[in-house]
Every structure is written in structure tokens, then in C-alpha cells.
């Protein structure tokens, strides 16, 4: 079956340092793929997201590319702020329903 | 954007009694809705699937009788715990795909914490 594996966590940066968090998937066919963030408190937010092999999704710095060759999807920002701190689902959707990996926690420090 | 609004937003309640959670799209038709529980510092577990008119179809391990969720229009689903216990106590999150979604994208609403005392 379709499965999401994020790196796991927590993430602890400075201001300004360059982020990844690494997605891989397993899936049948050809999924669209996404980023979501949930901000402490809140639902989740879709953060970007590429519905096909070599797409780049982007969104407020922040970029993805899907790699058919390797099955990844890892998000990546050159320069994180503190507002970034929040946690990170990598997520793919094959058929109906929407498959999640298990989250990545990031905070940032001033 | 597509906005989805759950109600209530946070519900405290004592053990055996039912809690009603409700999901709306404010500005869409929702064919489709999804129902998740989240645990603390964990993913999204997806509960059950509805689609309007039809009844949900539910994840393995899920009670049915305990979880009852109703899709009665195209921006209306709730979700009843019922009976609850303290082991209930959770964030619940909808989502819902519009009617005219092409590759999956799913909007959540802002969650429901549960805390059953």
C-alpha cells in the first residue's frame, strides 16, 4: 500500500540556516505529493505541493521537488525564521484518500 | 482559498456523555469529507470517509457505534463521539475535497480538541 516516511524529529535550528526535512514514499501509480504545516494550536495548512515527476512546489521560501528516480519529495528552505517553527507533514494522495507521514517538529531559534 | 470551519473549536465534557463536532466548507461543495484523530506529537490518523448522502466508510480499528459521522449535505458533516471516556480525549481534524478537485487536494479545518474528563 502507499506509504510516507519523514524524517523524524524534532528539528532544532538558528535563524537564517538552511532547512531540509527529507519525505520518501511508496506508492502505486503516479500520487500527487504535498507539504503541509500545522502551526501549534491550528489545523493543517497546505504549504505546497506537485502533482507530477520533476514538478517544484514552492511557498513562502520554501521548495519541493518530486523525484520520481528516488521516491522523495524533501522540503527544503534556504533561510528559516522563527515563524517557521511549526510541525511538517509530508503527505501523498493516491485515490481518495490522503496517506501522512509521521511529522517532523521543527522549531527555529532566534 | 477553499475554507473549511469546524465547531467547536475545543469541548470539555464529562465521561458517557456525546459530543457533536461539526465540519463545514464555507465556500464550496465537499463531495467528499475525512475525519482524523491526531495524538499528541503524532500524524494524522484518518478515522473514516464520507461522502454525501452515503454512509462513511470507516478505518479499520475504528468503532463505528462509537464514532458516528453523517454527511447529510455537500457542506455539512459531524462527527458524534459517543459515550465518551477519557481515553477519547484527542484533536480531531476534518478535511474536505471540493466536488471539483482534479488531483487530490484535500483543506482542513482548524481542529477540535477533545478532553473528556
Known amino acids: 500500500g502507499n506509504s510516507v516516511t519523514q524524517m523524524e524529529g524534532p528539528v532544532t535550528l538558528s535563524e537564517e540556516a538552511f532547512l531540509t526535512i527529507n519525505c520518501t514514499y511508496t506508492a502505486t501509480g503516479y500520487p500527487s505529493l504535498f507539504w503541509y504545516v500545522q502551526y501549534p494550536g491550528e489545523g493543517l495548512q497546505l504549504l505546497l505541493k506537485a502533482t507530477k515527476a520533476d514538478d517544484k512546489g514552492s511557498n513562502k521560501g520554501f521548495e519541493a521537488t518530486y523525484r520520481k528516480e528516488t521516491t522523495s519529495f524533501h522540503l527544503e528552505k534556504g533561510s528559516v525564521q522563527v515563524s517557521d517553527s511549526a510541525v511538517y507533514f509530508c503527505a501523498l494522495s493516491g485515490g481518495q484518500k490522503l496517506v501522512f507521514g509521521q511529522g517532523t517538529r521543527l522549531t527555529i531559534n532566534p | ?117
Open chain 2, 1 to 117: 482559498g477553499a475554507v473549511v470551519s469546524q465547531h467547536p473549536s475545543w469541548v470539555i465534557c464529562k465521561s458517557g456523555t456525546s459530543v457533536k463536532i461539526e465540519c463545514r466548507s464555507l465556500d464550496f461543495q465537499a463531495t467528499t469529507m475525512f475525519w482524523y484523530r491526531q495524538f499528541p506529537k503524532q500524524s494524522l490518523m484518518l478515522m473514516a470517509t464520507s461522502n454525501e448522502g452515503s454512509k462513511a466508510t470507516y478505518e479499520q480499528g475504528v468503532e463505528k457505534d462509537k464514532f458516528l459521522i453523517n454527511h447529510a449535505s455537500l457542506t455539512l458533516s459531524t462527527l458524534t463521539v459517543t459515550s465518551a471516556h477519557p481515553e477519547d480525549s484527542s484533536f480531531y481534524i476534518c478535511s474536505a475535497r471540493a466536488r471539483t478537485s482534479g488531483n487530490g487536494e484535500l483543506f482542513f479545518g482548524e481542529g477540535s480538541r477533545l478532553t473528556v474528563l
